[in-house]
């Protein structure tokens, strides 16, 4: 039997992996008081009285904006205690499955991103965490690093719960049309997670072979804006009674919402290598958020 040691178990993609890890074996799940990335050198001790196969990171520091005054956190918790669980991980010869981001690309390509593009993040966030994909893979450590991107979920606060908000409150709303990528659910990273380790574990040929970093996102594309009129339309459709119409959501350039740290203009992700490696199919965008604009509903 598979052991898997699941890290961040209470954040949005962490609180799905609970779900859909727990039939592949024997799994314990750890909140930050169990294993604080924020003082990495304290997670040896974790891993190595427990001794997993697949070690899953679903930890991370992911407040973008802060971690420009807070650099040194976020270093920590994205890249050190990365380099800590890797090494742990090559003297197990286990398995480190990590979720990385789209914020590790500048944006500036035309066209979707492949995983050997090269990266150039905009962004202490992004530093860091391409700081720690650089740290698993100098380790040695068998490793599946997803990159993902414009992620939610039905728990925690998320775009469509405050633009669903907004519209209840406002006759109209501005948001943001100069930016481009796909909104992909916790929901189908975990599904996608344990697909493949349950394929690591019973496919020796693909396990000799499938270490490395792949991306992992909905399928198709859209922008900010695209993404907040689909909302407020599948929720009109719903019987949700709002002020603001899909009309009434204005278009305006990033330039005009300014916040501290740069974000991508273009995060599309192309996942033909994740998809032919593992023998997957990936959902539109718009399948997973139109569950989720249902399960918001009152």
Known sequence: MVKILLLGKNGQVGWELQRALSPLGELRACDR????????ESLRQLIRDYAPDVIVNAAAYTAVDKAESDVESADRVNAQSLAVLAEETKRLDA????????????????????????TAPLSVYGQTKRDGEVAIAASG?????????????????NFAK???????ERDSLNVVADQ????????????????????????????????????????????????????????????TPLKAQPNQVNPIPASAYPVPAAR??????????????????????QYHVQRLVCELQP
Not at 98 to 117: M, P, R
Not at 204 to 210: F, H, R
Not at 264 to 285: A, G, M, V, Y
């Open 33 to 40: 008081c169990e294993a604080n990335l924020d003082d990495p």
């Open 95 to 118: 398995w480190l499955i990590h979720y990385s981001t789209d914020y590790v690309f500048n944006g500036s390509k035309e066209g979707f991103y492949l995983e050997n593009d090269s």
């Open 141 to 157: 450590c068998k490793h599946l690093i997803f990159r993902t991107s414009w992620v939610f979920a039905s728990r925690g606060g």
């Open 162 to 168: 405050t633009m669903l908000r907004l519209a209840a």
């Open 180 to 239: 481009f990528g796909a909104p992909t659910s916790a929901e189908l990273i975990a599904d996608v997670t344990a697909l493949a380790i349950y394929r690591l574990q019973n496919d020796a040929a693909l396990a000799a072979s499938a270490s490395g970093i792949y991306h992992l996102v909905a399928a198709g594309e859209t922008s900010w804006h695209g993404y907040a009129q689909f909302v407020i339309a599948e929720a009109i459709r719903l019987g």
């Open 264 to 285: 991508p203009q273009n995060s599309r992700l192309d996942t033909t290598k994740l998809r032919e490696r593992f023998n997957i199919q990936l959902p539109n965008w």
